[in-house]
């Protein structure tokens, strides 16, 4: 090869018989040969050229006691400079010394012993934490965003023993970070427990149906306020600001079947309602016409009891006067009682001086009786005169009274 056509190895030893390390030929125990093939390091002489490069840089020496000093003191002023610290504005700087809480500080620049004296932990203060109770969201395995749902946290038991599927999800701030570091081991598997077990105590008191629909917003509340009791008998440091609920379904096995049951449900809450409105209707107007009636009889009665009071009023008047004055009154009782009886009525009137009398003529009504009239009914307004065959009295008609001539000829 060709560093051994120059009497060299393969680090350029070259003619000059050196080894790899550039050192000249050496005798191995004193043999008069000299050594072939590579040389190991000298460490002794890279020792000793490390020292005199310091003692080159170290002022008086390296051995000396100012040179020391220096670097003592250097490593102290590293030490003591590792103890500056920055706090962010969204975190407060928690300082422990000898792993016990010592002090909280403020965002900003600040300073503690070096460790292991003080350490120092920053949690954030302000950042909203997110639990997701019944499902996990984030990226699949091909990379797309989607949702993973965990059965064993998302099913619980109404009050009214069916089973529903809840998906929430709680948001919670550090309030008190010492509480926070030094009272709960593991916070987010602490928050997920303590969620999950107040929204099964709050779902097992409400009704499934109440939970599917209007008692969603309390479900939220009492669970959140639950879930903050529990957290603060942990003195976790853990403040709730909002607890929401993703998703409130039956089992996916009998959604069709509970789907079915609601359907009937609404149904029957309209026919419930149709009838009620119907019942509104018609009660009512019943009511009315009962109250009309009612009022109708009562008119009726009064304008009863009054007619017959004052006939009686009446009736007593005409007997005060008959007790009074018999003769007049028996009279006047005569004529009114005539005159209603007669005044509708067809009359035919004769003079007295012809009653008894041989001259009179039977009067016969063929004309009414021709139209279809009753006998002795003459029409009005008709006269009807009989004379003796000596030229006896007159008989004079008038349309007030209905009298049926004798056939003899007697007086009427």
């Known amino acids: 090869m060709f560093w051994l056509s120059q009497g060299g190895g393969p680090w350029g030893g070259g003619p000059r018989g050196g080894g790899p390390w550039g050192g000249g030929p050496r005798n191995n125990g004193g043999g008069s040969g000299p050594r072939r093939g590579p040389y190991p390091p000298d460490f002794e002489d890279l020792l000793r050229r490390g020292q005199d490069r310091v003692r080159r840089l170290m002022p008086g020496g390296f051995g000396a006691g100012s040179g020391i000093a220096v670097v003592i003191l250097a490593v102290?002023?590293?030490?003591?400079?590792?103890?500056?610290?920055?706090?962010?504005?969204?975190?407060?700087?928690?300082?422990?010394?000898?792993?016990?809480?010592?002090?909280?500080?403020?965002?900003?620049?600040?300073?503690?012993?070096?460790?292991?004296?003080?350490?120092?932990?920053?949690?954030?203060?302000?950042?909203?934490?997110?639990?997701?109770?019944?499902?996990?969201?984030?990226?699949?395995?091909?990379?797309?965003?989607?949702?993973?749902?965990?059965?064993?946290?998302?099913?619980?038991?109404?009050?009214?023993?069916?089973?529903?599927?809840?998906?929430?999800?709680?948001?919670?701030?550090?309030?008190?970070?010492?509480?926070?570091?030094?009272?709960?081991?593991?916070?987010?598997?602490?928050?997920?427990?303590?969620?999950?077990?107040?929204?099964?105590?709050?779902?097992?008191?409400?009704?499934?149906?109440?939970?599917?629909?209007?008692?969603?917003?309390?479900?939220?509340?009492?669970?959140?306020?639950?879930?903050?009791?529990?957290?603060?008998?942990?003195?976790?440091?853990?403040?709730?600001?909002?607890?929401?609920?993703?998703?409130?379904?039956?089992?996916?096995?009998?959604?069709?079947?509970?789907?079915?049951?609601?359907?009937?449900?609404?149904?029957?809450?309209?026919?419930?309602?149709?009838?009620?409105?119907?019942?509104?209707?018609?009660?009512?107007?019943?009511?009315?016409?009962?109250?009309?009636?009612?009022?109708?009889?009562?008119?009726?009665?009064?304008?009863?009891?009054?007619?017959?009071?004052g006939d009686a009023a009446r009736f007593l008047s005409v007997f005060h006067a008959f007790k009074a004055a018999q003769d007049v009154t028996t009279e006047r009782l005569y004529l009114e009682t005539m005159e209603e009886v007669l005044k509708n009525s067809n009359k035919v009137i004769l003079d007295k001086s012809a009653q008894g009398g041989n001259g009179v003529l039977p009067f016969l009504p063929l004309p009414t009786l021709g139209s279809g009239g009753k006998a002795g009914a003459l029409p009005p307004g008709s006269a009807l005169g009989a004379m003796a065959p000596g030229g006896g009295s007159q008989a004079q008609s008038s349309d007030t009274a209905t009298s049926t001539p004798q056939p003899s000829g007697g007086q009427q």
């Open 76 to 309: 102290l002023v590293i030490w003591l400079a590792s103890g500056f610290y920055r706090v962010l504005p969204d975190e407060v700087g928690i300082v422990l010394r000898f792993g016990a809480y010592n002090r909280t500080t403020q965002p900003g620049l600040n300073y503690h012993l070096p460790g292991p004296i003080e350490t120092v932990l920053t949690p954030s203060v302000t950042r909203v934490n997110r639990t997701e109770i019944g499902f996990r969201s984030g990226a699949s395995e091909l990379g797309q965003a989607g949702v993973r749902l965990v059965p064993e946290e998302a099913l619980m038991l109404t009050g009214d023993e069916n089973i529903v599927d809840i998906n929430f999800t709680v948001f919670w701030v550090i309030d008190d970070a010492k509480a926070y570091l030094f009272n709960i081991r593991d916070p987010e598997l602490t928050v997920k427990s303590a969620a999950e077990s107040a929204m099964r105590e709050v779902v097992g008191e409400t009704p499934i149906a109440q939970a599917l629909a209007e008692g969603r917003a309390k479900i939220e509340a009492d669970t959140r306020e639950l879930l903050q009791s529990i957290l603060d008998s942990y003195s976790a440091g853990i403040q709730i600001t909002q607890l929401q609920l993703q998703r409130v379904d039956p089992p996916a096995e009998v959604i069709d079947a509970f789907r079915d049951v609601q359907a009937a449900l609404a149904d029957q809450a309209r026919l419930r309602n149709e009838a009620e409105t119907y019942r509104n209707g018609i009660i009512p107007g019943a009511r009315g016409d009962a109250v009309q009636i009612e009022q109708q009889g009562e008119g009726y009665r009064l304008a009863t009891v009054a007619r017959a009071q």
